[in-house]
């Protein structure tokens, strides 16, 4: 059984920090790229960040300069560190892992983030 559980949200004031966790089982994580997804009340889920199984990464306009993925294979973890959090960051956030040649999609239960004062 796949299972991907997210960790690591929570409550911050703006300017804050949190490192999300994504620990992920069943499936041979080195085989799939690795994204975090977030939805904010009302609007639609979009993508926050990827790293391939390459190790290269992409980033949302939004939260380049703020925000670092990365990924330990060997403990089939992938991770999320926000720095400066803001408002507008607040949302659910989803692990989503894809895999890199055929078309297999697997999500989290996702965490809730919310920065406010």
């Known amino acids: 059984q796949v299972q991907l559980v997210e960790s690591g949200g929570g409550l911050v004031q703006p300017g804050g920090s949190l490192r999300l966790s994504c620990a992920v089982s069943?499936?041979?994580?080195?085989?799939?790229?690795m994204n975090w997804y977030r939805q904010a009340p009302g609007n639609q889920r979009e993508l926050v960040a990827t790293?391939?199984?390459?190790?290269?990464?992409n980033y949302a306009d939004s939260v380049k300069g703020r925000f670092t993925i990365s990924r330990d294979d060997a403990k089939n973890t992938v991770y999320l560190q926000m720095n400066i959090l803001k408002p507008d960051d607040t949302a659910v956030y989803y692990c989503?892992?894809?895999?890199?040649?055929?078309?297999?999609?697997?999500w989290g239960q996702g965490t809730q983030v919310t920065v406010s004062s």
């Open positions: 069943g499936i041979t994580m080195s085989s799939y790229n």
């Open positions: 790293i391939r199984s390459t190790s290269s990464t």
């Open positions: 989503n892992a894809n895999h890199r040649l055929v078309p297999v999609n697997y």
